[in-house]
């Protein structure tokens, strides 16, 4: 299930089981967006992107859904496996600016 | 090859030293950047350099100051900080600066006493 902490919001999965996790970007401007892993103590990891001219694209046991009529997007993990716990941010960018924008992470503990 | 590196990976100082953060990277990136992420929190752009020129400077307080001697490399010299301003401090770079994958280093763990 899904909890809201003081600062980071935890979903908790079964290892084998489909991860899906939310995130609300800001800008309706923004056209590139951006999952990132980060491990404790290691710096955020490129999983997958996405343009604003696509709602979907998939990786290996990742895929990307973007709904640009309520600005969110969503990561969703098959088959989630214990080395996939960790936090995971989603970042925004406008075309033609260098700012990347950050959500505020959720940390995906996957349960033996 | 993808790797940024930064170093030290740890760094503890006075609020009265000075001391630098390294940053490097050789995928023939043109923009390059610093971060400041607390813990539990993303994080938080402080400088944009794109072809060595500073691009944006996030209002980050001047006792931070960051440097782009070439393209592979850039720094971030320390100078009179805070207790608050302990954090890991991220350095990422991109190909050219605009929706495109930034890669980040592994962090350099800043702890002010």
């Known amino acids: 299930g899904e909890s809201v902490g003081l600062h980071l919001p935890t979903l908790s999965v079964q290892e084998g089981d489909n991860s899906i996790i939310n995130c609300a970007y800001s800008n309706s401007a923004s056209d590139y967006f951006i999952w990132y892993k980060q491990e404790s103590g290691k710096g955020p990891q490129f999983i997958i992107d996405?343009?604003?001219?696509?709602d979907k694209r998939q990786g290996q046991r990742v895929t990307v859904l973007l709904n640009k009529t309520v600005k969110h997007l969503s990561l969703q993990i098959a088959a989630t496996q214990p080395g996939d716990s960790a936090v995971y941010f989603c970042?925004?960018?406008?075309?033609?600016?260098?700012?990347?924008?950050f959500g505020t992470g959720t940390r995906l503990k996957v349960l033996a | 090859d993808t790797e940024v590196t930064q170093t030290p990976k740890h760094l503890v100082m006075g609020m009265t030293n000075k001391k630098s953060l390294k940053c490097e990277q050789h995928?023939?990136?043109?923009?390059m950047y610093w971060y400041k992420q607390k813990a539990k929190k993303p994080p938080e752009l402080m400088f944009v350099?794109?072809?060595?020129?500073?691009?944006i400077n996030e209002s980050v307080p001047s006792r931070f100051s960051p440097e782009c001697p070439n393209s592979s490399l850039l720094n971030l010299h320390l100078h009179a900080l805070q207790p608050e301003d302990s954090a890991l401090y991220l350095c990422a770079s991109s190909q050219e600066g605009t929706e495109e994958t930034q890669y980040f280093g592994p962090g350099t763990r800043l702890l002010v006493l």
């Open positions: 996405i343009r604003s001219n696509m």
């Open positions: 350099y794109s072809y060595e020129k500073l691009s």
């Open positions: 970042a925004e960018n406008s075309s033609g600016t260098y700012k990347y924008i």
């Open positions: 995928m023939g990136h043109r923009a």
